[in-house]
């Protein structure tokens, strides 16, 4: 599943590790995710979106 | 990103399990659990292979005993899954589905092999292929999502 959390990272010049702190994860899962590795759990995908205050499929696009 | 820096978060995988606290404190409790379970298991076979071994209820009870570690430390692994990082508890369940399958196969492979003639093996060495092949899994998995 493609996503846009590299770009939104890089919007507000966090590290990898910085996003995994906020997000209570390891800096891997952020990397696997990022990178389209690893689809996140639905909890997950919540946080992500309420961190950056945007929509889940406004940061996932499942690409059906 | 460049392949040194994969290997490294491969790296970081295999033996951190990932850098959450909680994943790091949880490993550690369970390989504590595990080390003392095995350092009881050599101690109870050392006493009962000794020259003068313990017999009837002392036996027994010695026999045992290893097993409540066995049982805590299988414990602190469910403990450690539950609270892992998502993507650990992925890379721990797929280890675990390598570590069985390739387990389950030798040892019923191997009982056909012992009919046709391959020597005899106890119980604890399909155990020990069993773990050999979950750690080996784990590896699998975390270079997959490195």
Redo the contacts between chains.
């Keep these: 599943m493609k996503n846009r959390l590299r770009v939104l990272r890089a919007e507000r010049e966090w590290s990898q590790?910085a996003l995994?702190d906020r997000l209570?994860?390891?800096?891997?899962?952020v990397?696997?995710v990022e990178?389209g590795?690893?689809d996140?759990?639905l909890p997950?995908a919540f946080k992500i979106a309420r961190l950056f205050d945007q929509r889940i499929e406004d940061i996932f696009d499942p690409g059906e | 990103m460049d392949e040194t820096r994969r290997i490294g978060g491969w790296w970081q995988h295999v033996w951190s399990h990932s850098a959450t606290p909680t994943d790091r404190r949880n490993k550690l409790r369970f390989l504590a659990w595990v080390f003392a379970w095995m350092a009881a298991f050599l101690l109870v076979t050392w006493i009962l292979r000794s020259d003068s071994p313990p017999t009837g209820a002392t036996a027994w009870l010695l026999a045992l005993a290893p097993n409540v570690l066995g049982i805590i430390a299988a414990l602190s692994y469910v403990r450690f899954l539950r609270d892992a990082d998502e993507l650990v508890r992925r890379i721990q369940l797929e280890g675990l589905a390598i570590g069985f399958g390739i387990g389950a196969v030798f040892g019923i492979g191997y009982q056909l092999a012992e009919r046709a003639g391959a020597p005899e093996i106890a119980t604890g060495d399909v155990v020990a292929v069993m773990a050999i092949a979950w750690g080996l899994g784990q590896l699998v998995a975390a270079w997959r999502y490195r």
């Design positions: 590790a995994a209570e994860v390891s800096r891997q899962t990397n696997a990178t590795k690893y996140p759990s997950l």
